[in-house]
């Protein structure tokens, strides 16, 4: 079973709407959680990332939380623009060290006119 | 800010061939380098961790004579894919762990190298 969780797997949105990714995550301890998005036959770039002490980060029009207790993070796009279609991929950071890394399978993320 | 480049972006080799892909950290030097593969709508697997001036650590089910990984240098790191085949085609990305002040607990992400074996 993966250690990261996401969801939903694809969404459509209208160009100018909000959504909400979700992130959940058995790995534990944890050192940091973070969140990538990845354009298709690109590396991925960083969006931002959170310490498990941490409970929200904002890059922009990307807002990232983060709930330790449940084991979940959200990623939420405000006002969606047409660059946004891509997928967003959490990425959990072991413990012991930046070399582990879990990986969710993405979002993917296609914003319609 | 800080850059991770492959080289090359995309690469057609014959079965049986062998293919280097380079990724270097143009701005700052990665002590570690993370070597990944990535199948269509795949999330990333990693293949392997490499570590300047020693052995790369593969994860389990990744043949190290296959790809070959050499760490010479702080900036460098190269991925040889050795005897390749046509199940070897795949998108492959390295990343690099920043340290210090200004890249310190990041990992970058090189643009991906896209092979495909005929």
């Known amino acids: 079973k993966n250690q990261v969780e996401q969801s939903p797997q694809s969404l459509i949105i209208l160009e100018g709407k909000n959504c909400t990714l979700q992130?959940?995550?058995?790995?534990?301890?944890?050192?940091?959680l973070r969140w990538y998005k990845q354009d298709t036959g690109r590396g991925p770039v960083s969006l931002t990332i959170m310490t498990f002490s941490e409970n929200t980060k904002s890059n922009g029009r990307y807002t990232a939380t983060l709930d330790a207790d449940t084991k979940q993070s959200s990623l939420h796009i405000t006002a969606s623009q047409l660059s946004d279609s891509a997928s967003y991929i959490c990425v959990v950071s072991l413990f012991y060290g930046n070399n582990r890394l879990a990986f969710g399978k993405g979002n993917q993320v296609v914003v319609i006119p | 800010g800080a850059v991770v480049s492959q080289h090359p972006s995309w690469v057609i080799c014959k079965s049986g061939t062998s293919v280097k892909i380079e990724c270097r950290s143009l701005?700052?030097?990665?002590?570690?380098m993370f070597w990944y593969r990535q199948f269509p709508k795949q999330s990333l697997m990693l293949m392997a961790t490499s570590n300047e001036g020693s052995k790369a650590t593969y994860e389990q089910g990744v043949e190290k004579d296959k790809f070959l990984i050499n760490h010479a240098s702080l900036t460098l790191s190269t991925l040889t894919v050795t005897s390749a085949h046509p199940e070897d085609s795949s998108f492959y990305i390295c990343?690099?762990?920043?340290?210090?002040?200004?890249?310190?607990?990041?990992?970058?992400f090189g643009e991906g190298s896209w092979l495909t074996v005929v």
């Open positions: 990343s690099a762990l920043g340290q210090g002040a200004l890249t310190g607990n990041t990992i970058y």
């Open positions: 701005d700052f030097q990665a002590t570690t």
């Open positions: 992130c959940n995550y058995t790995v534990s301890p944890f050192s940091n």
